[in-house]
């Protein structure tokens, strides 16, 4: 029977979780530190009122527009600023949703991404939400085609920023403007197929042309769509998602029974990040993977 594990991205100089509490966290993405509501924090904060007063700026909800807000900004922040990890350079933003354009959490898979991806020549990845394209700039840095799929524009021009900054406009990343399903649906009809496939769906959202997606509903249909699209032999699905009431057990459920018919290992559980001063853990998605082989994805920097 399989355990759900803890998996924290390996450290990073450019982001730090410095705390969390009171139902917001602390964290500091380059230079800039930024206070953002987090409903998994219902505990107390570990620094004091003082350090978490010196923030830059701090996120506040606007009551009644789905999830939308503004930035008090305590110092005046850049419209953006150029963040690094080892080897791609991409920007943050404070954007009107709270979110920066960069989710560090992911972090933890790209090393099982780039094992798994090492084992073929110029494998063929599907990233699907793909949002400010980071993954898929790391999947086409290690030699994949990658075939980036997201719904909003502004989005896939940041990823497209991104992909300039990084130094890495000759890689083969197609960009597309696409609601998911109905791109996977006329894949599968097109006959073509994909090596490794990562998606990283919200509980809610729209395509380009309003088409609905409820994550609950359809993620199951997604899943099984997906299984179609994968090659002879494919190297790894790897499913993540943020702020949802599904267990991460119910996610490996799914995927387990979409991948039935193909050799190897589902593992599954949460994505957690460090607070850089106490080392307690803050949960910030779930996921599910399958890999081919026998190697589960856990054993790359667990969190306990
Ligand atoms: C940011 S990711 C989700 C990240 C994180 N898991 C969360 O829920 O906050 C969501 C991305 O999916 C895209 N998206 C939403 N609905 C979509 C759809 N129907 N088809 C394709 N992309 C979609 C959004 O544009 C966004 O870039």
């Known amino acids: 029977m399989a355990d759900l594990n803890l998996l924290a991205p390996p450290p990073w100089d450019d982001y730090e979780l410095l705390d969390s509490g009171n139902g917001a966290k602390l964290e500091r993405f380059g230079q800039y530190t930024l206070v953002r509501p987090e409903t998994q924090a219902i505990w107390s904060p570990n620094l004091s009122e003082r350090e978490w007063q010196r923030a830059d ?3 506040e909800k606007v009551r009644g527009e789905d999830g939308a807000g503004i930035w008090q900004q305590r110092r005046q922040l850049p419209e953006q600023w150029l963040m690094h990890d080892d080897h791609l350079a991409f920007w943050a933003r404070p954007t009107p949703f709270r979110h920066t354009g960069v989710f560090p959490e992911h972090r933890a898979h790209w090393a099982w991404m780039r094992r798994q991806l090492a084992s073929r020549r110029a494998p063929r990845v599907l990233v699907l939400f793909g949002y400010t394209g980071l993954s898929s700039l790391e999947a086409a840095r290690v030699g994949a085609q990658v075939v980036h799929v997201d719904a909003s524009k502004p989005a896939l021009r940041w990823a497209q920023d991104n992909q300039e900054a990084s130094g890495l406009t000759d890689k083969p990343v197609r960009w597309l403007i696409d609601d998911a399903m109905k791109f996977v649906a006329r ?6 197929s994909y090596d490794l496939i990562l998606m990283d769906p919200p509980i809610f959202g729209r395509g380009p042309n309003g088409e609905l997606w409820r994550l609950t509903e359809q993620l199951p249909g997604l899943v099984r769509e997906c299984v ?10 790897l499913i993540s998602a943020y702020a949802t009431n599904i267990s991460a057990l119910t996610m490996q459920n799914v995927l387990t029974e979409a991948m039935a018919h193909y050799q190897g290992t589902t593992s599954a559980g949460e994505l957690v990040l460090r607070e850089s001063a106490s080392g307690r853990l803050l949960p910030a998605a779930i996921y599910a993977c399958w890999s081919s082989g026998a190697a589960p994805h856990q054993e790359q920097h667990p969190a306990v």
């Open 57 to 59: 700026a701090v996120f």
């Open 187 to 192: 894949e599968i009809r097109r006959g073509h």
């Open 228 to 237: 179609s699209l994968l090659s002879e032999s494919p190297l790894g699905m």
